[in-house]
């Protein structure tokens, strides 16, 4: 492998023997090189290739103010949460988690911890990303001996929350997300005095549609909406109740983000209502 760009001692850009660039890192790996010179192949301890072209740039940028040892956690824990959580990552997750990382140590290190006030919804609405942050902050706090807790966690959780969008615009919207599916449990807590069963399917069901149903009201989108009005007058009359707790969701989302839910929107939010509820 011949050098293209060195970006400090430890990291450089370098052609393959199949003529594409990629990030090569490891202690010296680039000292007193200069471009055309030979990759010394005993001293990469890693490389990486990323498809998306200007990712790969943001990365390469990142790499060359951030410790090679802050590089090797980020990617440990990309590799446990593709494990952790199954999905396809989008690749922006390398330059996000590592400049997170990145920051949260340089402030953990200067004595200064950001709360996060949705960290146990994040928690309950996203247990899986949220257990790999858990993971991340043991790594961090582990090799880096600094102490991290669960707040950091939320916001590591959120970043992968994000990542599982390939679509950009889908992205950084997990805070919407939780904080308006938390906004809608409360109403219909607070609408029938009760608590839920959160390992309960229909739970599951009415969280995993409020999600997506958050998703569009950030975005601006809704279902098409079909002729539902008549399907609609027979659940406000056979579920009275959970229509018309559905409709305080629909006066609340209004209001608060103007956006106007529409027949498919309330008939499927009376129906995940009526099943949560069903045994009260």
């Not at 807790?149 to 615009?169: G, K, Q, T």
């Not at 149903?213 to 579920?239: C, M, S, V």
């Amino acid at each position: 492998m011949k050098i293209e760009r060195t970006l400090n001692n430890n990291a450089a850009i370098a052609t393959n023997q199949n003529g594409v660039n990629v990030l090569v890192m490891g202690p010296g790996i680039a000292f007193n090189k200069k471009v055309g010179d030979q990759v010394e192949i005993a001293k990469v301890e890693k490389t990486l290739f990323l498809n998306d072209k200007e990712t790969m740039n943001k990365f390469t940028d990142l790499v060359i103010d951030v410790p090679m040892s802050e590089v090797d956690i980020s990617e440990r824990i990309i590799n446990f949460a593709k494990i952790k959580i199954g999905k396809k990552l989008n690749e922006i997750i390398y330059v996000n988690l590592t400049d997170h990382i990145h920051m949260a140590i340089k402030r953990a290190k200067e004595g200064v911890f950001l709360s996060n006030p949705l960290k146990w919804d994040i928690a309950r609405f996203y247990p899986d990303e949220f257990a790999v942050g858990q993971k991340a902050v043991q790594v961090i706090n582990d090799s880096q001996e600094v102490g991290l807790a669960d707040d950091e966690a939320a916001f590591i959780a959120v970043h992968f929350v994000n990542a599982e969008n390939e679509d950009s615009s889908q992205q950084n919207l997990a805070y919407g997300i939780t904080k308006i599916v938390k906004e809608c449990e409360d109403i219909v807590k607070d609408y029938f005095h009760t608590e839920f069963d959160e390992q309960s399917l229909n739970y599951y069901r009415f969280i995993t549609h409020l999600k997506f149903f958050a998703q569009r009201i950030l975005q601006g989108k809704h279902y098409d909406d079909e002729e539902d009005d008549d399907l609609l007058e027979t659940l406000e009359h056979r579920y009275a109740k959970p229509y018309q707790c559905s409709q305080k969701i629909k006066e609340y989302i209004s209001e608060k983000y103007n956006f106007t839910i529409t027949s498919s929107e309330l008939l499927y939010l009376t129906v995940h209502i009526s099943r949560l509820v069903k045994n009260l």
